[in-house]
């Protein structure tokens, strides 16, 4: 049997988050689109955290979020860069939200 990709992992991952329907920011890709693109341009600790606080707020409670939720696992395997689970990821690792971003690189929106 062949191993399981990452990418094939991470989209399992999302289609069962999706289908679940117990995200809280299911159906708010715009809206996480824009908080994203807030902190990504953030050019401060105190912008980057302000950018990233509506975002960290709807993540709070979520059973979706947190270490050891689906959310932080799918940032992983996707390499994600952007907010996911309640904090900042980039290139899927966990960061601190008051660090401000200097990578051109552009995010990616995990909601849907």
Known sequence: MRPVSKTFRARQIHRDMTYDG???CGG??????QREAAYEHAATAREATAAAAPAVRLCTGCPES???GRCAL????DSYTGLAAGQAWVSGRPR?????????SSSQPLAS
């Open 22 to 24: 117990l995200a809280r």
């Open 96 to 104: 601190a939200v008051d660090a401000v971003r200097r990578s051109t």
């Open 74 to 77: 799918r940032a992983q395997l």
């Open 28 to 33: 708010l890709g715009d809206w996480w689109s």
């Open 66 to 68: 947190g270490a050891d």
